[in-house]
């Protein structure tokens, strides 16, 4: 009889079906709901947005079903296509928007 080696031994991902599977139930399980901001949310991100002049920003955004969180100072605010540009050509739109906060 032959040896199987480590492959004896292998938890999980042993298959290369199961390995597909695990990742499946790993990205579903880091899935969230997007987050409904209410009008004074929404109101207080306006008037950063109006009365930005170059300062760090935090940025919270719902993008791919996961709230992501930056630091940055924004490049350009595009009203007309309803987006923000940030260094290295990175656009969020402003209906992903959840959050913005001056850091001080």
Known sequence: MSERGMKKWAPYKSLIEQEKYLKKASDNNEKQ????????????INE???????????????????????SAIL??????NKKIVLPNRRTIYFRELIGLERVR
């Open 48 to 70: 950063i947005l109006v009365n930005y002049h170059g300062e760090e920003l935090l940025i919270s955004y719902w993008r791919n079903e996961k709230i992501n969180t930056m």
């Open 75 to 80: 490049v350009k605010i595009d009203a007309l």
């Open 33 to 44: 709901v997007r987050p409904q901001i209410s009008s004074d949310e929404a109101e207080i």
